[in-house]
């Protein structure tokens, strides 16, 4: 592997690491990753603060079972939708990569964002550009080099500690969050150490493991080998067009391929790589190998994209990029889950009423000619207002009598309810008959729920 000046892999022979000093080209690309991640870490802080129909946008509160997406609330019963979720995003992820590479990581993962476009930035602010970074760190311990280093770690610990108050706001909820804040840290000592360890652990992966997260740590690189082929579309280099390599001289008649050589593609990897060598599992295709790449090509006069987005039989047979029939295929199919998944949430019911005949109970007969069986119901109130439930049969000839009614049922609480229902018995044709009921709020019909009634049969 090629070690340069500023930018050195992991690890060499010694097996000790060596300290990442990528370089910053500010191309093309490296601009829209620039606005992605701006938007990214508006939504990241801001959401949430933002409410749907007075829910969060999103919760994902684990202690107490409750989740919100898009303002849309999901508890324990909705655990089907959880597993379609689960197997959407695998489904998702499998085809992404086989289309497109670790795109992913190099765009949209929070751990690439916060580490290039955040805190990175913040260390070049301070300590300078990649070359001073690594003057510095070799440099004997002065007033200057004190104030630096200090200066840098005590801003990565409070973007830490803002980080960690944002990321638990997403498990216990913004309100949550504003007690810990608020009361006494005696009333919230669980909350107070579960900020404090996510402050530890974000400012340990963003100032000292960095990189290793990529390369290392996370399983999804080490899935990209058997995810990938010829035909998945990454960032690669073009060896026909860049081969043989070799600075360039134009008094020489020798001739050579576009690449001069200068070795600024491994310069920038901000996991250290030469990108020439191939597809690599540390490669997370943030494209910063292109920018740097492009900017020697229009330096030399020399066809952009040296280094750009291809697939090995592209590369092969000279062609340029385009969107194949499998890359369609595999969108598709994406598009298709996400969609059926969308149907299915919003197809939920703001009020959820389950209702099952009393166990080991028999039919009872009633005065005026009435057979009853005996129901308990859980009802969920799934809105952020308290909501008056009652029951009503679709057949009007049978009645509901509650021994104990749901009435009103607070925000986001459960309740229970337990009544007859009441059916004419020369209504009664079979042993077990399909009961239709409709969950009523005030007057309005807000969904329905079935049951079986079993009656006596001449």
């Not at 930035?121 to 004190?146: F, H, Y």
């Not at 001739?255 to 990108?275: A, E, H, N, R, S």
């Amino acid at each position: 592997m090629i070690v340069t000046e500023t930018n050195k892999p992991d690890t060499v022979e010694d097996g000790k690491r060596k300290w990442m000093y990528p370089l910053v080209r500010k191309g093309k690309l490296y601009q829209y990753r620039s606005w992605l991640s701006y938007l990214y870490l508006l939504l990241f802080f801001a959401t949430p603060y933002l409410r749907i129909n007075g829910n969060p946008v999103l919760l994902l509160n684990i202690l107490e079972r409750r989740f919100v997406i898009l303002g849309k609330v999901f508890w324990p019963q909705d655990f089907f939708l959880f597993v379609l979720v689960m197997l959407a995003g695998i489904v998702c992820v499998v085809l992404f990569t086989m289309a497109f590479g670790r795109f992913f990581c190099g765009w949209i993962c929070p751990q690439t964002i916060f580490m290039e476009m955040f805190f990175r930035k913040i260390e070049a602010w301070i300590e300078g550009d990649a070359r001073q970074r690594k003057k510095l760190d070799a440099a004997p311990w002065t007033t200057n080099k004190i104030i630096r280093k200090t200066s840098k770690h005590v801003i990565f610990i409070v973007l830490s500690f803002v980080i960690a108050n944002t990321f638990l706001s997403y498990i216990i909820g913004s309100e949550g969050l504003w007690k810990i804040i608020t009361e006494p840290i005696s009333q919230h000592w669980s909350g107070f150490i579960s900020i404090c360890l996510f402050t530890a652990v974000f400012y340990f992966i963003y100032s000292q493991v960095r990189e290793i997260v990529c390369t290392v740590i996370c399983p999804y690189g080490r899935l990209q080998g058997v995810l990938t082929d010829k035909h998945t579309l990454s960032v690669a280099y073009n060896y026909q067009r860049g081969e043989p390599r070799g600075k360039l001289n134009r008094k020489s008649e020798e001739q050579k391929g576009d690449c001069v050589d200068c070795k600024l593609c491994v310069d920038v990897c901000p996991t250290g790589i030469d990108i020439r060598k191939g597809p690599q599992l540390e490669c997370i295709n943030c494209t910063a190998c292109i920018d740097a790449c492009n900017e020697v090509m229009l330096k030399i006069n020399k066809q952009a994209n040296l280094i750009g987005f291809y697939s090995e039989e592209m590369i092969e047979k000279k062609t340029k990029p385009a969107f194949t029939a499998r890359m369609a295929t595999c969108s598709l199919v994406m598009v298709t889950l996400l969609g059926a998944l969308t149907w299915f949430v919003g197809r939920q019911s703001d009020i959820d009423v389950t209702v099952l005949r009393s166990a080991g109970l028999l039919y009872q007969e009633q005065p005026g000619g009435y057979i009853s069986n005996i129901y308990n119901a859980d009802l969920i109130n799934k809105t952020n207002k308290a909501q008056n439930i009652t029951l009503v049969a679709d057949d009007p000839s049978i009645k509901i009598k509650y021994i104990q009614a749901p009435g009103v049922i607070g925000s986001n609480q459960a309740t229970k309810a337990t009544f007859f229902l009441l059916v004419p018995a020369n209504h009664i044709t079979a042993a077990k008959t399909d009961i239709n009921l409709k969950i009523i709020q005030g007057k309005t019909v807000v969904g329905t729920t079935s049951t079986t009634f079993v009656g006596p049969v001449d």
